[in-house]
């Protein structure tokens, strides 16, 4: 929003404050008052006679705001220049418009708390006449205010207002406005300093432009001396004062895109020291802690980014970003109702279609009566010869069942052929399986069996060793012989346990024994098994051979039965052990 916009609202209020029948127009006597009141404070050379000669040929009595404007444009807005005071502006435009709209008996608020909460008005109000603000932007002061207060928001208590709010209407003029933040509605709780102090901070903040503001030590350029100031931000300049109250202006730091602020180290007894370099000088200042230091650094910081990118002060933006949402949100609306008449329009189109519709088809119905009475005519003489027709394809039909039902039965029986080949392939699989295992079995016999004959052999050479011993103990000297008694006695008992341990294994062989007869019987079961369901795939195939176990040499037997190792292993064995040879034959 422009200077022009923002002089115009405030104007606008004056014009309407002079218009005391409401009737929309102005004496031109008042006009040249609120004329000549606007260039004084405004700084502008004021031409009395130029308002006479703009409404020289208006002879009709009051002159309307739309009438004021072209003048108040040519003759006092366009040479505005900006260098008057928009302070004084306003409180010249609330002192005409005030006496009449505003009544502070049942207010908690002064006047000029009054006239600050309309200046924040005109700030937020929408750019239309007359002037409104909307819910939004209420919702918006009042959380700022509430902030400033140092209370906490209550979003409950806002809602039902805003529910009051649209029962009514959706807005608020800038007398209710200050009406609603006078009456305490929103401050609940609050002192009225606190409610003073609150308005006074948003509207330092929202309409001076101030973004920061406190007490800091300043280095002076002359005397090198650090003196208490009262520092004030604004988007482009820093001011600082005597005091608080801003009564005595000490000079001013402008900011610039080339401006700089940094921190600084400790010196000369003072602390929180950071520097702000400006394109004319530069200044040392002295924050009361860490955390004041930092936030001047970075709101100076900010200030200066703004200045580089040629953007407003945040709250400006921000409150320049919820205009255009709203307005692209009422232009989505305005586009919705515009769809929503174009569906009313060609609905009703559709209707008008639609009862042309219902017409031509009672014209077609009509018509299809006449033809239903010629089509009944024609029936009877179809219906004889449909009769014929559908005997003959229900014959047809019939021959055809009885094909498919053949049909059906061959295919069933040859499906039930096919799954019992499956089920005989599946079964000659487990049959080979079983027979897989079989030898499997057979074989770890044939290993248990080896090792317990090794384990004999082994037993029997060391048996026959000392028997050798004993026999050569025997020869010996009678007077060893006692001695030799004793070790014979000893070798005895080893003699028995050994005995023992090979009638342990003698048993052990004979388990095995039966384990491998065991496993045999299972081994010709499996082969007469896999023998038997190649016989019968071979009947229903013809293409496969029967399978047999390989031919097997001879075997051999010992005295404990078949034995598990071929004749060469026997062989062998015989010459390590020649004894053992005396019990075994050949079996064919």
């Not at 009885?402 to 799954?419: C, G, I, N």
């Not at 047999?548 to 015989?574: C, D, V």
Request: aromatic share 6%; with cysteine.
């Amino acid at each position: 929003m422009g200077l022009r916009d923002e002089l115009l609202k405030s104007i606008w209020h004056a014009f309407t404050a002079l218009d005391v029948d409401k009737s929309g127009k102005v004496s031109k006597s008042q006009l040249k008052v609120l004329s000549h009141n606007l260039c004084t404070v405004m700084k502008i050379p004021h031409d009395p006679v130029a308002l006479e000669e703009h409404f020289k040929d208006d002879d009709e009595g009051p002159v309307s705001n739309q009438g004021y404007m072209p003048y108040l444009n040519k003759f006092i807005l366009d040479k505005v220049t900006g260098n008057f005071d928009r302070q004084d502006f306003n409180k010249m435009c609330w002192t005409l418009c005030s006496r009449k709209n505003l009544d502070l008996c049942q207010l908690f608020i002064s006047n000029e708390e009054a006239f600050k909460i309309w200046c924040i008005f005109n700030f937020l109000s929408e750019d239309r006449y007359p002037l409104i603000i909307v819910t939004e932007e209420i919702e918006y002061f009042l959380r700022k205010l509430t902030e400033a207060m140092g209370g906490s928001w209550v979003e409950e208590r806002f809602e039902d207002y805003k529910l009051q709010l649209h029962s009514k209407q959706q807005r608020l003029s800038a007398w209710e406005l200050i009406s609603l933040v006078g009456s305490g509605h929103f401050s609940k709780g609050m002192d009225r300093q606190a409610l003073s102090m609150g308005i006074s901070e948003v509207y330092q903040e929202l309409i001076l432009d101030v973004l920061k503001q406190g007490y800091m030590m300043k280095k002076g350029h002359k005397r090198k001396n650090w003196t208490e100031r009262w520092f004030v931000l604004k988007p482009n300049s820093i001011s600082y004062y005597v005091g608080e109250d801003q009564a005595e202006k000490k000079g001013d730091i402008l900011l610039d895109g080339n401006c700089s602020v940094e921190p600084l180290q400790d010196k000369e007894g003072k602390k929180c020291l950071f520097l702000i370099k400006s394109s004319h000088k530069s200044f040392e200042i002295s924050a009361s802690d860490k955390k004041k230091k930092q936030e001047w650094i970075h709101a100076i910081h900010n200030c200066v980014s703004l200045l580089r990118q040629d953007r407003p002060a945040p709250h400006r933006e921000a409150r320049q970003k919820r205009r255009e949402m709203r307005l692209k949100q009422q232009a989505e609306q305005e586009e919705l109702e515009l769809r929503m008449r174009e569906l009313q329009t060609s609905n009703e189109v559709k209707q008008l279609e639609l009862e042309n519709m219902r017409k031509a088809l009672d014209e077609a119905a009509a018509n299809a009566a006449e033809e239903e009475r010629r089509r009944l005519q024609t029936q009877t003489e179809l219906q004889d010869r449909y009769r014929v027709e559908l005997d003959r394809e229900k014959m047809v039909r019939q021959q055809m069942e009885e094909q498919v039902a053949q049909k059906s039965t061959e295919l069933e029986q040859y499906l039930q052929r096919v799954r019992e080949l499956e089920d005989m392939y599946r079964q000659l699989e487990d049959a080979l399986e079983d027979e897989r295992r079989a030898r499997q079995d057979e074989e770890a016999v044939r290993r248990l069996q080896a090792r317990l004959l090794e384990e004999e052999a082994m037993k029997r050479a060391e048996l026959e060793q000392v028997h050798l011993r004993q026999q050569r103990a025997i020869s010996e000297t009678e007077a060893e012989k006692q001695e030799l008694e004793k070790e014979r006695l000893a070798k005895e008992s080893a003699l028995q346990a050994a005995m023992k341990q090979l009638e342990q294994l003698e048993e052990e062989r004979k388990e095995a024994l039966e384990q491998y007869q065991m496993v045999s019987k299972k081994l010709e079961d499996a082969a007469n098994n896999t023998k038997t369901w190649k016989h019968k795939v071979a009947e229903h195939e013809g293409l496969l051979r029967l399978i047999q176990p390989g031919s097997k040499g001879q075997q051999l037997i010992t005295n404990w039965g078949p034995a598990a190792f071929s004749e060469a292993e026997l062989n062998l064995r015989m010459k390590k052990c020649p004894n053992l040879g005396t019990g075994e034959q050949h079996l064919s």
